[in-house]
T-cell receptor, first 107, second 116 residues
C-alpha cells in the first residue's frame, strides 16, 4: 500500500489563527481519515471523508478531498492551544500513515 | 468498554525476552490493525485481521513478530527474542467493517515497549 504524505512537516501559529495542513497520496481510496495525536497518546479519529464527497465539516474542522489530484486538506479554524498535536491522514488498510504534521498553537 | 483497550500500557523487557501485547477491540468490530510507532514518526503498519483471519502481515518486520486473533475478537501481538530496535509504541485499531470500507478506525492508547 502507498503512504500518505502530510505537508507541512511542522506548523506554528498563534491562538485564534487558522491552520491548514495537506495530505497527498498515490493509491485509490474509498475514504480518507484524519487523526490527531497528542504527545505520548493514542490517535484520535477526527473526521472521515468518502471518495464521493468533496468537503466535510465538523465543528472547527473542515476537510476537502480532491480525488483527481489525490490530495486532501484539513483546516482548523480559530485554533486553540489544545489543538497542539500531530495530525495524520490515512485510509487504514489501504494507505499507510505518513510522518504527520506537527502543529504548535502558541497562546 | 466503549473504546479499544490495550494492555499493558508500559512494558520494559530485557533484550532476548519474549513479550505479548494484548488488544481488546470495540465489541463487534470486524477489522483489527496493529501498528508500530517510533518516536517522532507516524504509525507503521504491521498486520491486519478481518475477524480471525490474518489477511495482511506484510508489515511485520521479522519472523520474531507474530500476531493472532483466534476467536475474532481479542488479539495478541507477540515479539520473540526482543531487540533494542523493537522499542516503540505498539498501537491497535479496530473498525466496524472490512478493509477499505468507509468506516472509522478507532485506536487504543498503545503499549510503550522499552527493550533494555
Amino acid at each position: 500500500s502507498q503512504q500518505g504524505e502530510e505537508d507541512p512537516q511542522a506548523l506554528s501559529i498563534q491562538e485564534g489563527e487558522n491552520a491548514t495542513m495537506n495530505c497527498s497520496y498515490k493509491t485509490s481510496i474509498n475514504n480518507l481519515q484524519w487523526y490527531r495525536q497528542n504527545s505520548g497518546r493514542g490517535l484520535v479519529h477526527l473526521i472521515l471523508i468518502r471518495s464521493n464527497e468533496r468537503e466535510k465539516h465538523s465543528g472547527r474542522l473542515r476537510v476537502t478531498l480532491d480525488t483527481s489530484k489525490k490530495s486532501s486538506s484539513l483546516l482548523i479554524t480559530a485554533s486553540r492551544a489544545a489543538d497542539t498535536a500531530s495530525y495524520f491522514c490515512a485510509s487504514p488498510g489501504r494507505m499507510r500513515f505518513g510522518a504527520g504534521t506537527r502543529l504548535t498553537v502558541k497562546p | 468498554g466503549a473504546g479499544v483497550s490495550q494492555s499493558p500500557r508500559y512494558k520494559v523487557a530485557k533484550r532476548g525476552q519474549d513479550v505479548a501485547l494484548r488488544c481488546d477491540p470495540i465489541s463487534g468490530h470486524v477489522s483489527l490493525f496493529w501498528y508500530q510507532q517510533a518516536l517522532g514518526q507516524g504509525p507503521e503498519f504491521l498486520t491486519y485481521f478481518q475477524n480471525e483471519a490474518q489477511l495482511d502481515k506484510s508489515g511485520l518486520p521479522s519472523d520474531r513478530f507474530f500476531a493472532e486473533r483466534p476467536e475474532g475478537s481479542v488479539s495478541t501481538l507477540k515479539i520473540q527474542r526482543t531487540q533494542q530496535e523493537d522499542s516503540a509504541v505498539y498501537l491497535c485499531a479496530s473498525s466496524l467493517v472490512g478493509k477499505g470500507k468507509s468506516t472509522e478506525a478507532f485506536f487504543g492508547q498503545g503499549t510503550r515497549l522499552t527493550v533494555v
